[in-house]
């Protein structure tokens, strides 16, 4: 019987050390106040003071608007770190330099399409001065036209004379063996042996010919493409004055500027140091200065409980130390559940997806606490 008793204790003492460990569990996940946590995770085990409210939610400290990820240029190719101009912690201003990437390729390009914008410019010029001098050449050849017509009449008034004049001499003539006056036939046959007439005749048509000349050549100037020449010109001024931009786009992107006003944090480059296309890790990030918020994750199940909050003050608390608490107002609460910020990246196709409060804190540097930094993990308890 005592062997039995004994038998039995193992099992009695792994009992209770089973209920002692669902007891604490329980308190890990269940606050002194029994509020629980709506955001997931799992509550400090000692925090130095309760969690108060309606429903508490994680969260995280971000700036407004977001901090900025300083990268190489997007210029698909390796990039060569020349000069980094800030320190970490520095304050900086839209337009303070930053980094300076290798730009000399880019250098070369842009002169050599300088150079081309310029020989596109002169043909442009050229191409103008081409169709002021095309509208003098046709200006000159209709006065060619209208002095070979003129010719052309004046000749045929003088054959015209010339005949007529022949024609009085054969009504006067008679035949020298008859002494009688000339039959028809006689005098057409003098007509066509005149040699007067002939090169008369000749003259005119000559003259026909040339006119007709002048006509086609002017159909010719007016078929000649200067208003196309025109227009290819300047295309290519727009080409060239693209290539332009564009080259000096990249020397531009290879001079990284902030474009806000904010903290220097993180520098991951120094001068030397060559990233490649793929690279897409940031050189560095700038914080802005400014107010700071709260983003707040609350899961599906706990959503109603907010439903009409905004608007509504709110208790932030440091997620390692209850004791520091900061208020905040809630501006805005998300209308659709999505993936929490960063799962977006991440290989999971089953991330958790949450709705998005977003809470101005109203300071975030209260005397005697410590500031609410970019990138803190908090709790948010809602009334």
């Known amino acids: ?70 990268g190489p240029p997007a210029l698909g190719a390796a990039s060569l770190v020349t000069k980094v101009f800030v320190v970490e912690g520095q304050d900086v201003k839209p337009g303070t330099p930053l980094v300076q990437f290798d730009d000399s390729i880019y250098q070369a390009k842009l002169k050599q399409a300088q150079a081309g914008l310029a020989a596109a410019k002169d043909d442009q010029v050229k191409a103008e001065a081409q169709k002021q001098i095309h509208a003098v050449q046709i200006g000159a050849q209709k006065i060619a036209i209208k002095s070979a017509d003129q010719d052309v009449k004046d000749a045929e008034a003088a054959l015209q004379t010339g005949r007529e004049q022949f024609e009085r001499i054969l009504a006067a003539e008679k035949n020298f063996s008859t002494q009688q006056p000339l039959t028809e036939g006689e005098k057409q046959t003098r007509r066509k042996e005149n040699l007067d007439l002939i090169k008369g005749e000749i003259s005119v048509n000559q003259l026909k010919a040339k006119a007709e000349a002048e006509k086609k050549k002017l159909e010719g100037m007016l078929l000649a493409p200067v208003e196309a020449d025109i227009r290819q010109a300047a295309q290519k001024v727009a080409t060239m004055q693209g290539t332009v931009e564009e080259a000096q786009a990249a020397i531009n992107a290879c001079l990284r500027k902030s474009d806000i006003e904010g903290i220097i944090e993180q520098i991951s480059v120094g001068s030397g140091m060559t990233l490649g296309p793929a690279v897409r890790t940031p050189v560095l990030w700038i914080v802005p200065t400014g107010p700071r918020v709260v983003r707040a994750e609350v ?47 991440t290989l999971s196709v089953n991330s958790t997806k949450v709705l998005e409060c977003l809470i101005d804190v109203i300071d975030a540097t209260p005397q005697g606490k410590p500031p609410l930094r970019v990138g803190q993990p908090v709790r948010v308890s809602f009334p």
């Open 1 to 70: 019987m005592t062997r039995n008793r004994l038998r039995a204790i193992p099992w009695v003492i792994a009992i209770c050390l089973l209920a002692v460990s669902l007891v604490g569990a329980n308190r890990l996940i269940t606050p002194a106040d029994g509020t629980g946590t709506a955001g997931g995770g799992a509550a400090p085990k000692k925090p130095t003071g309760p969690v108060t409210g309606g429903v508490v939610v994680l969260g995280t400290v971000d700036s407004d608007p977001p901090p900025v990820q300083v």
């Open 299 to 345: 899961e599906a199940e706990f959503a109603y409980k907010i439903a009409n909050k905004t608007d509504s003050r709110v208790t932030i608390y440091d997620h390692n130390n209850f004791a520091l608490t900061y208020d905040g107002t809630v501006r805005r609460i998300g209308t659709s559940f999505l993936p929490k910020r960063g799962a977006a990246d």
